[in-house]
């Protein structure tokens, strides 16, 4: 089994308790990534992709600052707990092999993602 089959495998067992769990969903630190988004929304402009969304923590707490978000994961059962929005559009996709034209997007985020990769 290759890392991204081990991740798939393993985030779509934690995904339905994901939310409670993981101690970047708690308030402090909400609060502190919101700060960090709002100046982050400022600066660069209003398109965000979000690789290796998970389940959504930076598209929930960026649903009402940005116009366009994109949110990739490789995994389903994580992106079916995305919050819901009209500016919030998600899809299943490697991060290696992102679909879409290099310009798209004024902001990049990828947080807790990088440790997933091979």
């Known amino acids: 089994?290759?890392?991204r089959d081990a991740n798939i495998l393993v985030h779509s067992k934690m995904a339905a308790s994901y939310n409670?769990?993981?101690p970047h969903f708690r308030p402090?630190?909400?609060?502190?990534v919101r700060?960090?988004?709002e100046g982050l929304r400022r600066e660069f402009g209003g398109r965000l992709i979000d690789i290796g969304c998970g389940t959504g923590f930076i598209i929930g707490l960026a649903a009402d600052l940005f116009d366009e978000i994109d949110g990739v994961?490789?995994?389903q059962a994580m992106l079916a707990r995305v919050p819901k929005a009209a500016n919030i559009r998600v899809r299943e996709a490697d991060a290696s092999k992102l679909p879409f034209d290099a310009g798209a997007?004024?902001?990049v985020?990828?947080?807790?993602?990088?440790h997933h990769l091979q």
Do not use: K
């Not at 985020?109 to 990088?114: E, L, P």
């Open 28 to 32: 402090e630190n909400r609060q502190q």
């Open 35 to 37: 700060t960090i988004l």
């Open 1 to 3: 089994m290759d890392v």
């Open 105 to 107: 997007f004024d902001l």
């Open 109 to 114: 985020t990828a947080y807790s993602f990088f």
């Open 73 to 75: 994961d490789i995994t």
């Open 20 to 22: 409670e769990r993981e």
